[in-house]
C-alpha cells in the first residue's frame, strides 16, 4: 500500500477526560449519524463496481480527513485502509467495510437513487462505508482512552472480486506495523428487524464456488433428431442429476446447495446445436462435502454425456472459503453489543445461511467475527421486505447509528480486554 497525498488537520472533539470507554457509546453515535447518512447517500448516488472505485475511494478519503489517521490506499484496487494509534500500546483490531455496487438497475425511487444506469448499492455496502466513517469518527474522539490501534479497512471487490484477498496480500493486517489481533465486520440484513444483533460460533456463511459444463453432441436439422446427437436434452438431463446428487449424496444434517443458473444453446429454432452450456453455483459448509461435489460435478455430468453418446466437460472455479467465526469473538461481540443495544437486541443466529463472504479471508488468517445488523425498512415486515441484492432493497437509515455504537463497542471491548459473559 503507498500513502494517500493526505494531510491531518486535526482531531475531532475527543471524549471527556476519565470517561470509561464502551460508556455513551450509543448517544455518540446518533450524534454522528447524520454525518453518516450523508456519506451512504453519497455513496449511494454513484455506485461502482469491482476493484477500481476511483469515485468511491475518493468520497472515503475526504470523509476520513481531519481525524488525524493513517491513511493509505492499495496499489493494485482502489482500497482505503486508515490506522488508529490509541495513547498506550496495546492489541490491534481491523474492522472491515465493503465498498463495491452490483449491476443491478435500481428501482427503489428513492430521491438519492443510482445516477448510473446499470449499477446499485443493492448489497448495503453503501452503508457499510458509511457506518466505518461514522466509527472511525467515534473512536478517534477516545483516542486518548485507547489501549492499542484500530485499523479500518475499506474494501473493494467483495461482489466475487476477491477484494479481501487482495488487500491482505498487499498488507493491510500488518497496517498498524504488527499483524491485527482480531477483526470484525458488520453485514446489514433487511430480513431482519431494523437495530438487532444476530450471529453465531463456527461457520455462519457458506463457500461459494462456480461451475460450468460444455457438452458437446452433433448438430443438425431440427427435423430429423436421429441423425444428429442433440446436447440440449442432454443437458437438461445433467441439471436434473446434479440436483440429485445433491439431495442424495449429501447427508440430512449436512448443508449444500447447488443451483443451475444459466443454460443456453443453439441460435435458430430449426437448428440442432453442437454444443449446450450450463452454468451455476455451489455452496457448501464443510470441506470434505465441498471437494466430493466438485468431483461429483464432473462425474455426473461426464457419465450423462456419455450415456447419450455425447461427451461432456466440466470446469469448477474455486471461489469464497467459509465465513467462520471465532467462538470467543463470537461472546465478546454478543456481549458488547447487548451491553450498548441492550439484550433484546442480540441474539445467536439460528443457522448459518447459504450466502459467501470474502471477509472469509481475514477470518482464516485472525480470530474475529462477522455479524448481522437487521436493516428492515419502516413499514415493511422483515419476511416482506426486498432482499439483499435484489433491484428494490432498501434499509432503514436510522440503523447506522446502531452499526456504528456496535463497531466501536467492540473494538473497544476487544481493546481494553474486557472478558465477555458466556453468550449461550
Known amino acids: 500500500m503507498t500513502p494517500a497525498p493526505r494531510t491531518a488537520r486535526g482531531t475531532p472533539d475527543a471524549a471527556p477526560v476519565g470517561a470509561v470507554p464502551g460508556s455513551g457509546l450509543l448517544g455518540e453515535a446518533r450524534r454522528l449519524a ?56 496495546g492489541p490491534t483490531i481491523l474492522l472491515r467495510a465493503d465498498m463495491d455496487a452490483l449491476p443491478v438497475t435500481e428501482e427503489t425511487g428513492l430521491p438519492f437513487a443510482s445516477r448510473t444506469d446499470g449499477l446499485m448499492h443493492a448489497c448495503g455496502h453503501d452503508v457499510h462505508a458509511a457506518m466505518l466513517v461514522g466509527a472511525a469518527r467515534l473512536l478517534a474522539g ?19 472480486h476477491h477484494g479481501a484477498r487482495q488487500m491482505i496480500e498487499e498488507g493491510v493486517l500488518e497496517a498498524a506495523g504488527a499483524r491485527a489481533d482480531a477483526a ?38 431440427a427435423s430429423a433428431p436421429h441423425t444428429a446427437c442433440d446436447p440440449v436434452p442432454v443437458a ?9 446428487a445433491v439431495t442424495r449424496g449429501v447427508a440430512a444434517d449436512d448443508s449444500a446447495v447447488l443451483s443451475v443458473t444459466r443454460l443456453t444453446a443453439g441460435t435458430a429454432t430449426g437448428v440442432i446445436p453442437d454444443t449446450a452450456e450450463l452454468a451455476g453455483t455451489l455452496r457448501t459448509l464443510a ?61 445467536v443466529l439460528p443457522a448459518p445461511l447459504m450466502t459467501a463472504e ?34 428494490r432493497m432498501t434499509v432503514d437509515e436510522d440503523v447506522l447509528a446502531t452499526g456504528i455504537a456496535c463497531e466501536a463497542a467492540v473494538a473497544l471491548a476487544f481493546l481494553t480486554g474486557r472478558a465477555p459473559e458466556p453468550a449461550r
Request: with cysteine; aromatic share 4%; net charge negative.
Open 34 to 89: 447524520p454525518g453518516a447518512v450523508e456519506v451512504r447517500r453519497a455513496l449511494h448516488r454513484v455506485p461502482e463496481l469491482g476493484l477500481e472505485l476511483p469515485g468511491t475511494q475518493r468520497l472515503l478519503l475526504d470523509a476520513l480527513d481531519g481525524l488525524g489517521l493513517e491513511v493509505r490506499t492499495g496499489r493494485e484496487l482502489s482500497s482505503v485502509t486508515a490506522v488508529l494509534a490509541g495513547a498506550d500500546d
Open 142 to 160: 477516545r483516542r486518548d482512552a485507547l489501549p492499542g490501534r484500530v485499523v479500518f479497512m475499506f474494501q473493494p471487490g467483495e461482489e466475487g
Open 184 to 221: 470484525f465486520a458488520l453485514h446489514v440484513h433487511p430480513n431482519l428487524p431494523a437495530g438487532t444483533v444476530r450471529l453465531r460460533p463456527g461457520p455462519q456463511m457458506a463457500a461459494s464456488d462456480r461451475f460450468r459444463v460444455v457438452v458437446r453432441g452433433r448438430g443438425g436439422h
Open 236 to 244: 437438461c438431463e445433467i441439471v436434473l442429476a446434479l440436483q440429485t
Open 287 to 347: 470441506g470434505p462435502t465441498r471437494r466430493r461435489l466438485h468431483e461429483a460435478i464432473d462425474r455426473v455430468a461426464r457419465g450423462v454425456a456419455a450415456a447419450h453418446g455425447a461427451t461432456a466437460e466440466a470446469t469448477v472455479e474455486t471461489g469464497y472459503p467459509v465465513t467462520a467465526n471465532d467462538a470467543a469473538f463470537t461472546d465478546l461481540v454478543l456481549s458488547a453489543a447487548a451491553d450498548v443495544l441492550g439484550a433484546d437486541a442480540v441474539d
Open 358 to 391: 470474502d471477509f472469509s479471508y481475514v477470518l482464516r488468517a485472525v480470530p474475529g467475527a462477522l455479524a448481522f445488523l437487521g436493516a428492515c425498512p419502516p413499514g415493511t415486515a422483515p419476511h416482506e421486505a426486498p432482499s439483499l441484492h435484489s433491484s
